[in-house]
């Protein structure tokens, strides 16, 4: 594959700042959702939950989070993206605090479709926020800054999130995310510029014109079906990881907030050395190496029993590095996919696609996956792991033809 070396194009103060802005109500929103797969041994032996029980817990999220963004679609690029962001981080925010206060798991799973409906679009308005403050050549290393969200709740997050859980209960775990995010909200409402250029490009008449005028072109097809196919690859996983360490390769309650802490601080430091390299190599070849990887160590870690910590450690270093390695680059790609009257439409389809395909791997994985007794191994893991691996093969060619399009589009370096 062909390698292309580009000069770094660089970031002015307010767009480091945006950065660190849309980084912070990352951390918020990749937190509640990360977090249920930590506490998810807790809230199985608390709420007397079965796998696909908990499969179901963790879907609801996903699924709500993916209709409110096909409904949002048409009407993304149709108001100020400051404005529409606080909209919906004030119901993200109403949302996880209910989540703090249910009390059963009908009211559990009300809670969490409520969180998804306004957090599953929070993603796609920074994507769309991003894509017009940042030239193409800037968003790897911006996807890098803004996804370090994703490693600092595993380092601060999540560890905090289960000592909090094991200390006072679950509940006081949201209580806590849907504290922070009142604050993070009064800084976005303070320091975040209007942007609102998209809005001089609008032609569509109606919101529905405009949703279906965005999915019906080809090359924006394209770039869902890659988001789609990443997304089942990236969630099947993710629901039973603390259930599957704890039951299976012996790590202990005391040990999951340390494994999460340092998998999250390995994330922190490969994180901007991706997005570095994005944005001065070929974007599709980082993005097919570092999935080759991660479809390797899957495989040998979905079929571990009991190991000694420091190996369970280092494995999880290594997945999470060929998680971000893909992560990063394929972002940057797909923000590259749309026009900037469409930006808006777009990322909240692309974003509904990610969170239903997501809620879908979720809820296939808990019917793949058993367990008899609460205190039992989980059964059939491994095959969850083959079946990651498979559909890894067709994310790879699928971002092939993706980022063949965009280079016949832009010459440029991508």
């Not at 590095?321 to 692309?350: C, K």
Request: a positive charge.
């Amino acid at each position: 594959m062909q390698q292309h070396t580009a000069e770094l194009v660089p970031l002015s103060g307010y767009q480091k700042l945006v950065i660190f802005i849309l980084a912070i109500t990352q951390f918020t929103v990749v937190l509640d959702f990360m977090v249920m797969s930590p506490m998810g041994d807790i809230l199985m032996k608390s709420m007397g939950l079965t796998t696909s029980q908990f499969g179901v817990a963790v879907s609801s999220y996903a699924f709500s989070a993916g209709l409110s963004g096909l409904l949002a679609a048409g009407y993304a690029d149709r108001f100020d993206r400051k404005k529409i962001f606080l909209f919906f981080y004030t119901g993200f925010i109403a949302g996880t605090f209910l989540c703090g206060m249910a009390s059963s798991y009908p009211m559990l799973i009300a809670a969490r479709i409520i969180t998804g409906l306004f957090g599953g679009v929070i993603g796609s308005i920074s994507m769309a926020i991003i894509t017009d403050i940042f030239v193409l050549q800037q968003r790897g290393r911006v996807m890098g800054f803004v996804q370090m969200g994703f490693g600092a709740s595993q380092v601060l997050g999540i560890p905090i999130g289960l000592f909090l859980a094991n200390s006072w209960g679950w509940h006081s775990a949201f209580l806590w995310i849907a504290g922070m995010a009142v604050i993070i909200l009064a800084l976005v409402a303070w320091k975040l510029k209007p942007i609102n250029k998209h809005l001089a490009l609008q032609h569509d008449h109606s919101a529905f014109r405009h949703l279906w005028n965005t999915f019906s072109k080809r090359q924006y097809r394209i770039g869902f079906g890659t988001t789609a196919l990443l997304s089942i690859g990236g969630f099947m996983m993710m629901p039973f990881g603390s259930a599957f360490a704890i039951n299976n390769q012996g790590v202990t309650e005391h040990q999951l907030p340390l494994l999460f802490m340092i998998s999250g601080i390995s994330s922190l430091l490969i994180m901007p050395f991706i997005g570095k390299l994005s944005d001065k190599k070929d974007k599709f070849s980082i993005f097919a190496t570092a999935t080759v990887g991660m479809m390797l160590i899957v495989v040998v870690y979905t079929n571990l029993g009991v190991i000694p910590f420091w190996l369970v450690v280092l494995i999880n270093i290594l997945m999470m590095a060929g998680i971000l390695g893909r992560m990063t680059p394929s972002t940057a790609l797909i923000t590259a996919v749309p026009e900037m009257q469409d930006r808006g439409a777009f990322m909240s389809i692309n974003a509904s696609l990610q969170q239903l395909s997501g809620g879908i791997a979720a809820a296939v994985a808990g019917m793949i996956v058993v367990q008899k007794t609460k205190t039992s191994p989980l059964e059939h893991y491994n095959v969850v792991g083959y079946v990651v691996a498979a559909i890894s093969v067709l994310a790879i060619w699928m971002m092939f033809r993706l980022s063949n399009m965009i280079k016949q589009r832009n010459p440029k370096p991508q």
